[in-house]
Structures are given as structure tokens and as C-alpha cells.
């Protein structure tokens, strides 16, 4: 591999340029007319201008990111996530153009880019599955006699849905007609493929994945779990590694399960496994996402492992250099995602400029970000700055230095949700491992961040008082015997 094209922005960008520098591969960014300035940008050994801000005329343009590889000479694209990532069409358009595509084939993409797809394929391989339908439902008769087989509430969700988008929660029957409208209609302006389907609706379920590995030469292996409950509007905020519940059988099994999800795609490279996990630790197979994920960094910090550089050695045909028993999990890594969002209003986007933008740093801590004090939050793309993660020997420790890392890291200008960060990192439920995906609608409320603010000013005014009263103390000249002797130093 002699270069890189790089089909992506932002902290993701970077990360994946950063691996390939230290790997001694040239790297060619992309940009829009929007991340002109930006950090990736810069930092890249060239870049190209492809287009103006919406990601349509710029980030999504295939043919155009194409040919900018091979005018630059690049004989590699990594697409990193979102945008070209999961699109099958861009996989087999850089295989037809000689361009090594750094991820799966499009065969892949393909299976595992539609639930259903995903649904059929992995059938055969014994893997436990959550109940419902496996072929998609129009028929108004056919949804009432599939959602009351399997049982209220139950899930309507877009077959080609992502990014937490496309899914209706029915309680009951009257309700089912209309939300089955809605969900096609949205799947159909939203993906382009108005197929849904009917799951039963698992009403506290964890969500933990798990990370594969698989290179050209038939081996695959599992990088343990991530837990990722922590979610608002289904999309994760606050993601762990290892989870605080599984057992090692529970463990094993799910990674078993999940390099035969992999093996039933015919995987390659990089890919994530996804499950809902009920309370008796009973797992069900929900999707596979086929590229690398936005919270990959906290199982690097767990398995010492760069899975960028995993992935450009599988790419350029290396075999895997261990096998599953060479792997163990050391310590506890979080990962904080810090949106500019407000989490006092509903998670609405508050994009703007960062007026101050002061970065954490230290040991166990590590920003993956791509924004500078003085730059804007661009409306037109993810309003993701930054992910926050943390080491720890234990969770707590980890939890520890989070808490630390978030009292460090100064942004003005936008609302962001790192106060939401030290809300749940606060949060008895967290700090148990007691909780599921409906941690943030069951304990987070505004005022929950609010009074932990006053909380804030009481211990400011409780200090400044005892330093006053030290103050005072030193003031006045003591002598032997009196009250306040030893307050002098
Ligand atoms: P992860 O599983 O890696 O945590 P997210 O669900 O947060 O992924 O999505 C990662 C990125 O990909 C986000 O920018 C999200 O908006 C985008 N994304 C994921 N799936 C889709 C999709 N089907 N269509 C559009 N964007 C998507
Ligand atoms: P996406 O492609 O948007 O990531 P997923 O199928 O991975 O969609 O689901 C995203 C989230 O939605 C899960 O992490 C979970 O919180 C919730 N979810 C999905 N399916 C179910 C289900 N059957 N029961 C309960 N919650 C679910
Ligand atoms: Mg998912």
C-alpha cells in the first residue's frame, strides 16, 4: 500500500491519518468547502477540495472521491464511518478501479446493510436471534397477526436503518396502523428502502457487541465486548469495555457467536457484532456493522491493539499475527462521546463557535477530536467534537479518571454533553452496573445536571469560606495558646 485516500472528516480522519503516518503510508485527505480550515485538512500530506458543505455534494460523492485517488496516485481509501462507509456500491466502484477498499467486500456491506439480509444469513449458524419476522411487512392484516403472535410492545423498525434512526415502538394494537405508516414513510425518505419489519420489543435490554477481526486467510477472531447502553434517541453516548455484567462463559459464547456472524457474511477486516442482552444474560442478534465503529478506541485501550492498523494489514493481505488465545483483556476503558448538544434541552444540536475549547490531558486519558478553540460546529454534518475516553485498572478507576477528564476539558461557545457525561458517571446506577438502554429516559433529567451545578456552588462557597477564615487567621497575630495558632504557617 503506498497511499492513502482518506473518505472522511473530523476526528475519524485524523485517527485513521495518525495510524497510517506511524505505519509510513502518505495520506490524501478530502474536504468540503466547509472543513477548508479544518484540522484533518491539514494535517493530511495533501488534500483535495471535492465539493461545497453538504455532505451530498462532497463526502457522499463517489466517482469524485474515485478519481481523486487515482489522480493522487492513492492505491487505498479508508472510508471510516458514516458517509461511504456502508455503501456497497462504493466497495465494488473502488475493487472495478484497482483501489483497495480498507473493510469488507461489498458482498459484505450488502448482506449485513439490511437487517433482513442480515436476518437470513446468519439463520443457519444456531445464533440466538431476537423474535419477530424475517421478511418485511406492508400488509396492515399481515403486522396485526405478526405483532399479536409475537406480543405487545413490539419494534417496527426500517430494514436499512442506522444511526439509531427508523425505529416505532407499539404498545398496542390501535396503535399499530398508524405507526406503520409512519415507519415506512420515514424509511422510504430516509434510506431510500421503505422496508420494515416487526421485532418484539425487549423492554430493558443492555446492548453489548462485540468487535471481530478477520483476515484473508480464513481466521477470525473476537476483541472481547463493549457495552454501550448508555444511549438517547437509540445512539450511544457513553460506551465501556469490558462490561460490567457478562461472565467469561457469557462472554465466550457471544464472541463465538459473533465469528460465526462474521463467517456467515464471509467478513473481512474490521467489523462489530451486535446484541440486546436481557437480564439473565440470554443474548439475541441484532445487527453487524460493517466498518469501524465510532467507539473502537475503548477496546484498543483494553487489548493494546491499533485496529486501524489491524485493518490496513488485513487490507493489504497479512495474516493476523495471534490467535484468539493470545488475547485477554487488560483493565477498563470508557468512552465519552462529546457532542455539541444540550443535554438541558432534549439533546437539540446547539452548533456555533468553540470559544474556549481547552483540551483534558494526562495519563489514562485519550481525546480523539478534530476541532480547535476559535473553529464553528458545522450544521451540516454529525455535531459529534470529540470522544473523551479513560483507563482504569478497575471501573472504578476508570470511572475515577472520567469524572477528572471531564472536569478538565473547558468548552465555551456551544452546549455539549459533557456535563451529561458527569451526570451518569455520578449516577448510582452506573457506578453499579445496574442499568440498561433506558438509563437516560428512567434517571436523566435536566434537573439532575442543574442540581449537581448548585451542588457545584455550595462546595465553591463552602471553600471560599474556609479559606477566608484561614485568611483571617493568619491576619491577626496569634500568640502561643490561642485558637488560631495553628492555622499559621
Ligand atoms: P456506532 O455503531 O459506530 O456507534 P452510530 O450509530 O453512532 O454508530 O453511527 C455512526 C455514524 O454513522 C454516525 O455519524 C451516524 O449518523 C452514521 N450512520 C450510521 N448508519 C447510518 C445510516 N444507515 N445512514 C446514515 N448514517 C448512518
Ligand atoms: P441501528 O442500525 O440504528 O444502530 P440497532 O438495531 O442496532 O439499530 O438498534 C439500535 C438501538 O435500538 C439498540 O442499541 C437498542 O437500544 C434499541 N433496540 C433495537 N432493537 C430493539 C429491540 N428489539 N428491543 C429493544 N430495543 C431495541
Ligand atoms: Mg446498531
Known sequence: MKKILIANRGEIALRIMRTARKMGIPVVAVYSSADRNAPHVRFADEAVLIGPPPSGQSYLRAEKIIETALA???DAIHPGYGFLSENSAFAALCASNNLTFIGPSAYSIEIMGSKLAAKEAVKHYNIPMVPGVDHSISD?????????????PVLIKASAGGGGKGMRIVYEESELKEQMERAISEASSA???GAVFIE??????????IQVLADQHGNIVYLFERECSVQRRHQKVVE???????SPEVRQAMGEAAVKVARAADYLGAGTVEFLVDKDLNFYFLEMNTRLQVEHPVTEMITGLDLVEQQIRIARGEALAFRQEDLRIHGHALELRVYAEDPMNNFLPSVGKLEVYQKPSGENIRLDDGFEEGMEVPIYY???????????????????????????YRIEGVATTLPFGKFV???????????????????????GIAADGEGEVEVAARL???????????LTIPHPGSPSWGLVR
Open 72 to 74: 493522487k496516485g492513492a
Open 140 to 152: 396492515e392484516a399481515e403486522a396485526r397477526k405478526v405483532a399479536r403472535e409475537v406480543g405487545y
Open 191 to 193: 434510506f431510500g428502502d
Open 200 to 209: 418484539k420489543y425487549i423492554t430493558a435490554p443492555r446492548h453489548i457487541e
Open 240 to 246: 465501556e469495555a469490558p462490561s460490567a455484567v457478562l
Open 382 to 408: 454529525d455535531p459529534m467534537i470529540s470522544k473523551l475516553c479513560t483507563f482504569g485498572i478497575t471501573r472504578e478507576a476508570a470511572i475515577k479518571r472520567m469524572l477528572e477528564a471531564i472536569a478538565m
Open 425 to 447: 458517571c455520578q449516577h448510582p446506577a452506573f457506578t453499579s452496573g445496574d442499568f440498561d438502554t433506558h438509563f437516560v429516559p428512567k434517571y436523566f433529567t435536566p434537573e
Open 464 to 474: 471560599a469560606l474556609k479559606l477566608f477564615q484561614q485568611h483571617q487567621a493568619t
